[in-house]
């Protein structure tokens, strides 16, 4: 069985390529960017032209898809990667399987309804195609002869212009390696009260995260720093959810961390139910007393 990994981050393609192997005997990986080296029996590099978007790839990835004819295909979850793999799977007359937690011969588990249940779904065509979250091959160790190949890039028929870009203010740590994650939601009241926040994540060694009301509310935080269903699904070894209700669509993005503290002031709140730690108290007194005790 051969396997095809889909990835523009050097991390993920290791990861992905590694899970790759434990289905296929042969895995070929694409990349959009980072190429890591021994991942992979063959890895075909789309560098995309100046002038074009990466979704454009699209057209490229199906050429390498049609050339290599794999029976699994694995994708990073980014927006660009999903944006290509749906296309290469309507291409294969194929559904993708999205956000899948672990990959087995017998299907794929996944969260839906925001988190309220549990799933396993199984490809039923010629071809399966996943996208898998950070850390569903943690265990699985990668390994390939690595025989790089630049990809011929294929012009799409209706490509997308690009008009403008500007660079964004990056949200601090890389959320998906931090082993802490310190996150604020609405019982910040002020943006200058992140600062709290941010404080007890640098004293922590970790990152700062937010649900997403602190995102698409306010724009306090960059939109690529929001935890849950339709954000970051994070599995860090400590999540220290600040001012945080608990709502599912948030504690599905980090109920799989290795401890979930809970500060709120409201003891009622379902947070309290789905954490390891709680604390009831006011964010105003806890968290600057918790960093100067730190
Ligand atoms: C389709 C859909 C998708 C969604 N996807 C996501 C998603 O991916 N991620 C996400 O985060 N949300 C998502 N949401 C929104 C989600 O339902 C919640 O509205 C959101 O997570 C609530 O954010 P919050 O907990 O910060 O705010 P709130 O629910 O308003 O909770 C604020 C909490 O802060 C506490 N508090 C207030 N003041 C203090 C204080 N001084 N000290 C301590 N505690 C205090 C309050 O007691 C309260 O529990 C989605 C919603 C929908 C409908």
Known sequence: MKALVIAEHGDAARELCAGARTLADEVVLVTLGETPEGVSDKTVVVTVPEGAVADDAAATVVAVFDAEQPQVVLAEPTRHVKSIVGRVAAHADAAVITDASA???????????????????????????????????????????GVVEEAAWVAPAKPLRLKSSRVREKGGADLFKADVVVAAGRGFTE????????????????????????????????????????????????????????????????????AVFAINKDKNAPVFKQCDYGL?????????????AL
Not at 131 to 142: C, H, M, R
Not at 204 to 232: F, I, K, N
Not at 235 to 241: G, I, L, Q, R, S
Not at 281 to 291: E, M, Q, S, Y
């Open 103 to 145: 990959i087995t011969a017998d299907g794929a588990e996944s969260l839906y309804f925001g988190g309220v249940g549990e799933r396993v779904q199984k490809a039923v065509g010629a071809v399966a195609f996943y996208t898998a979250a950070p850390g569903t091959f943690a265990e699985a160790v990668p390994s390939g002869a």
């Open 280 to 292: 009831v108290g006011d964010i105003a007194d806890v968290l600057p007393a918790l960093t100067a």
């Open 191 to 258: 943006e200058s009260q992140l600062d709290w926040a941010r404080d007890l994540a640098d004293k922590l060694g970790g990152g700062l995260a937010c649900s997403r009301p602190l995102t698409e509310g306010v724009d306090w935080m960059p939109q690529s720093t929001y935890v849950g269903v339709s954000g970051l699904m994070l599995t860090p070894k400590v999540y220290v959810a600040c001012g945080i209700s608990g709502q599912m669509q948030h504690m599905v993005g980090c109920n799989r961390s290795g």
